[in-house]
């Protein structure tokens, strides 16, 4: 059986492990950024696991706009406790978890804490070949972000609030 919980210190080894395996080097978080997510946002960074193990998670701040930029990346502050959009800059599952549902699992917590905390909606940025999972999901794409993150080309992808049910 999975769990969900709220992330914690003594992840960090794991959640590095998964998000290198995710990630390219240019892309994935720093040891220094997961620090700082864990200090500042463990209401919204969560964890799927079984049995101990970490098979993924999804994390991010709540930002005042409905598109991520990339100053997220290097600096957050802690959430306010309602209001503006949940920002996903990381989902990741490990490999030998994938096509289990864990994503469905860990997008669908985030809904429930956007409509539990009152924010507008989700917003994430994706690579080209990830828009059609979201849009699975009743994400809409918004076309080309301004996001530069990793030397890639990101998609804005929003879903409202009023779109999860």
Not at 23 to 46: G, H, M, P, V, Y
Not at 119 to 138: A, D, M, N, P, W
Not at 149 to 159: A, D, E, L, P, T
Request: net charge negative; proline share 2%; aromatic share 8%.
């Amino acid at each position: 059986m999975i769990s969900l919980r709220n992330v914690q210190t003594t992840d960090l080894e794991q959640l590095l492990f998964i998000e290198n395996e995710g990630f390219s080097i240019e892309e994935a978080a720093t040891k220094e950024a997961f620090l700082e997510r864990i200090q500042l946002i463990a209401d919204t960074f969560i964890v799927a696991e079984k049995e101990g193990e970490i098979l993924g998670y999804i994390n991010g701040p709540i930002i005042n706009q409905p598109y991520i930029t990339d100053n997220l990346f290097k600096e957050i502050k802690e959430n306010p406790k309602s209001g503006g959009y949940q920002s996903v800059l990381g989902l990741a599952v490990s490999k030998q978890a994938r096509n289990q549902g864990i994503a469905k699992i860990l997008i669908e917590k985030m809904e429930k804490l956007v409509e539990e905390n009152e924010r507008e909606g989700i917003t994430l940025t994706c690579k080209h070949e990830l828009v059609s999972f979201y849009e699975k999901y009743g994400f809409v794409n918004h076309g080309m972000s301004e996001s530069k993150h990793g030397g890639v080309s990101w998609y804005n992808m929003v879903k409202l609030r009023e779109g999860i049910n």
